[in-house]
Each structure stands twice: as structure tokens, then as C-alpha cells.
């Protein structure tokens, strides 16, 4: 199992959804992000007052996926979240150990 | 430390500059002191001591009879009354809470709304007898107080105010109304200096100081004359004028409170914004105004509130207070757009913020002048306001090195004296302007030099800054030695909502 962490621009959320439920995905968890990348900020300017805004708004999604769907998880991502343009976000897999679900005390694959 | 000393500096070089003024022009007003003496007697049996009150119950039986007011004028003052009011509680409030952090927008609506409160009781009680009756140049007396004789219960009769027109009046307990939301809008407007740190007993403690030892007198220096009916026969001028407020008789014009109003607030900004010091982590944090939408509607409750506090300090529904909301209107159009043009030169981009600090800008500026320049001075004022105050909230700002958090200084000084002096400039007859009434016995109008009025109005800016300054330095002083001016670092950092109202603006 794997738990896929992707950092996307907010206006992409909506397609990605429709992509991973698309192949099957049963369930992502959603988090409004800031961070920075390579993408610079914006200044932002108040009467006299200037602010460099340094961390710009992102889209967090959490999915755990079988082993054998996460190849293409990763491509529908991929190709739902691209606009060409710097600070697209990034994608991370990391190994899940375990995963509980609370209702029934499924284990493993069986839970998610 | 090295504020304090700017500070100081700045005070000792505008009180040299005033006396150095006042020298120069103390012939006027010597040479007809003799004269006020002689007369005085005559005109204090033909007016009765209140302020612009004539027509009082007690009239004395030899005068005409008793002008009665006109349903018009009373409609027009009690609407006008009332969106001053709306000018303040909703309109400043929303305007400047918008502009703070969200942690403090509670705290900034509260400070305005109990300012607004605090000044209107302390107004009848004894804030309209300081500024509205005979006493000095300087402050009126305690004839007033409670609003004495305003209304006599016994005989159901209501005490009439003057106007500017000769023979028209208007009940004075409306006029007291009227001038009690100027007050009460002139204090609020100090709360956007110090807006984000300053404890609310703090706030209330300066607010009863400074009304009462600057904005009272400085009201009875700018406004308090004896009326226009009082001027029956040339013997008595001299006797009337020198029984009105030293600014009125040096003949400085301000229509609806340029110096009563935003020079003075400014000025009492700017010196607690000194004594305060900046806000915990000010140039280091984004302090960025949490809500621009809130903003925008205050600024436009205030445009609208304007027309009643400019066109109806004509103090009647007639051709001068058309003229005032015309003024009210362009002028405050042309600063919306000279703000953001100059914004969209020098930056690149307009912004909302900048549209509604024009807007503001242009209203301060043309409150002076509003019934007394002309079509084409309106719009001048208007346009010179917008981009003089925005150099005012960035240029002049970085100068002061004051963390004036709303920029009351910047807009309501800058453009306040922007607009007193143009307001001499624009005046003229020969720019357009309405004039002023040279002779208040025939109430003939013709104009003074343009030199000449507009050093009036700077001898009026400047003693308006001097007066305010200084009052407001002490009173903070005195604030600071009883109960402290400022929240703990660490209600700051919490924000002025929890730490000083228990309270949180947006629940989650």
C-alpha cells in the first residue's frame, strides 16, 4: 500500500477528483496548503505599505492506493493537474504500513 | 525616543511659524478691541448669550418679532443630522475595521461606536455649551450646560439658532444635534491612529481629554459668532465680532470642519501614534487590512454621510447648501480618479483601496470648501487632494516614521489642509468661487485677496495644529501616567478582540 501526497493549484482540485475516482480511487483527503517552489510570490501593496507574499495557496491531496493502482494514480494526476505553467505542485509516494478502518476493524488492502 | 524629539520639533517650528503670523496680523484685531468694549453692552442686550441663538424665548421685546423656522430648513437639518450619525457608527467603523488585522476588527468597530457614544452624552452635557455660547475667543461658556435653555419646559417654547441668512432660523436643539455627530465623528476619527494596541480605557480616558480641551474650543475658535441677525447697525460690528471665536474673527472660512474637524483629529493621531509607538512587529509583519470589502462599504456609507455633513452645515435647505452638495460630490469624484491614476503611474496597478482612500481624501478636502469655491475649484481641490494623499499615506508616511495604522494623519491631515488652504485660493470671485459676506449688516459678499485669505487659512491651519498638538500630547501624557496607553505585548499578539472585548469576529 501507498499513501500518494499531491500538492496541486487550487482550481485543478475538481479535475483531479474526477480523474482518481475515474479509476477507481474510493477516497482522497483534501487540505488547503500554502507553500513556495520555484513559483515566486506576488507583492502586494497597501496604500504606502508593501507585503511580499512569499507562500502562495495550494491544494494538498492525501490518497492510499493498492501497490497496483499507483502507477496510475500518479498519470491521472499527472495529467489532470498540468497546466504547463511553473508551480504545477509536486507528487510523493511514501509506504503505508497499516491502514484500520474504524466502522468494521478491516486491516490492510481490505480497508481501503 | 528620537520620535519624541521629531515630534517636539515639529511643534516648536509651527508654534514659531504661528507667532511669527500672528504678529504680523495682531493689528486687526487690536485695533478693534477698544471698539468690541464700547459696544458690548448694546449687543448683549439685542442677543441673547447663546450661541448663534437670536430668536431665544427671552427675547428681548424691542427686536422684530421672532423669526419661525421653516419646515423645509428642520426637514433638511434632521436628515442631514442623521446621516452624519450614519457617516459614523456603520460608515468610519466599517471603513476602518476592514483595514485591520482580523484579530482587531472588533476591537477598532467598538472604539468607534463607544467614542461616538461617550462624546454625544459628554455634548449635552456640557460639550455644546463650551463650543456654541459666548464666553472668549477662546472657549464659550457653561450657560448651556445640560442644554439649558434650549427648551423651556414651562412655557413648551424651543430656543431658535441662526442660520447664515439673515431673518432664518432653525430650532437650536436641532443645531445642537447636528453639531453633536461632528463631535462625535471628529473623536472616532482618532481612533485610526492608534488603531490595533492601545487599551479601550485608554481610548475613552483621551477621548474625554482631548473633546474637551480640543475639540470644544477649537469649534468655538472656528465656528461661534453672534449670528447674522445680530448685525443690525454698523456701530455694532465691532462689538459682535470680537465676542466670536478668535479664528472666526481673523475671518478664516471653513464650511463643514476642514480645522474643527480633520486637521485636528489628524493632528491628535499623529501625536498618539508618537506616544504610542508602532505595533508589535510593524515593517517586520504583514499587516496587510484583513477584510477590503468591509473598507469599501464604509467608504461609500461615508460618501454618502458626507452630503449631510457638508451640505448641511449651510444649516438650511436653500442655494448654498445645493452648492455644498454639488462641491461634495465632484470633488470627491475627481479624487477617486487622480488617486488611482496616480497610482496606476507610479505602480502600475489601481487599487480598490487607493479608489476608497480617494474618495475619503477628496470628502476631507472639500468639507472647508464645500458651499464656498466654485464649480471648476471643486473639482481642482478634489484632484490636488487625491494625489497629495496618497503622497500623505507613502511618501510623507515614511518621513513621519510613525505608525499611523490607518493613515489618519495622511488623509484627514493632509487633505484637511489641502483643502483649508485652496478653499482661500478657490473662494475668489474671479476663480468661480461664491465669495465671502464682508459686511454682515447688509450681507453684501465680495472677495479678499487671494494672498490675503489664504494666509487667514493658514494662520487658521496652524493654530488648529498647534492647539491640537499640544492638547493631545499632554492628554496622552496624562493617559499614560494613570492607566497606560498600551495593551501587553502579549493581548497584542493575541489581538485587541479577545485580550480587550472577549469576543471573536469570525467564528470558524
Known sequence: ?112 | MTNMKKLLSILALSLAALSLGTSALAQTPAASAPAAEASAPAATAAVTSTAAAVAAPAADASAAPAPVPNKGDISWMLVSTLLVIMMAVPGLALFYGGLVRSKNILSVLMQVFVTFSLITVLWVVYGYSLAFTEGNAFVGGLDRMFLNGVFDPATGTFAMAATFSKGVVIPEILFVAFQATFAALTCSLIVGAFAERMKFSAVLMFMVLWFTFSYAPIAHMVWFWMGPDAYTSKELVDGLNAKAGLIWQWGALDFAGGTVVHINAAVAGLVGAYMIGKRVGYGKESMAPHSLPLTMVGAALLWVGWFGFNAGSALEAGNSAALAFMNTFSATAAAVLAWCAAEALMRGKASMLGAASGAVAGLVAITPAAGNVGIVGALVIGAVAGVACLWGVSALKKMLGADDSLDVFGVHGVGGIVGALLTGVFNNQALGGPGLVTDWVTATVGSNGIGAQVWIQAKAVLLTVVWSGVVSLIAFKLVDLTIGLRVSEEDEREGLDIASHGETAYNK
Do not use: C, N
Open chain 1, 1 to 112: 500500500m501507498k499513501m500518494v501526497t499531491a500538492i496541486v493549484k487550487p482550481f485543478k482540485l475538481d479535475e483531479v477528483r474526477e480523474a482518481l475516482s475515474g479509476i477507481g480511487v474510493q477516497g482522497i483527503t483534501v487540505t488547503e496548503v500554502k507553500g513556495f517552489g520555484r513559483q515566486k510570490g506576488h507583492t502586494e501593496l497597501y496604500r504606502g505599505a508593501e507585503y511580499v507574499v512569499d507562500f502562495l495557496p495550494k491544494v494538498k491531496i492525501e490518497a492510499a492506493v493498492d501497490d497496483s493502482l499507483v502507477d496510475r494514480v500518479l498519470e491521472a494526476i499527472e495529467a489532470s493537474a498540468r497546466t504547463g505553467k511553473i508551480g504545477d505542485g509536486k507528487i510523493f509516494v511514501t509506504t503505508l504500513e497499516q491502514v484500520v478502518r474504524i466502522r468494521t476493524g478491516e486491516t490492510g488492502k481490505d480497508a481501503l
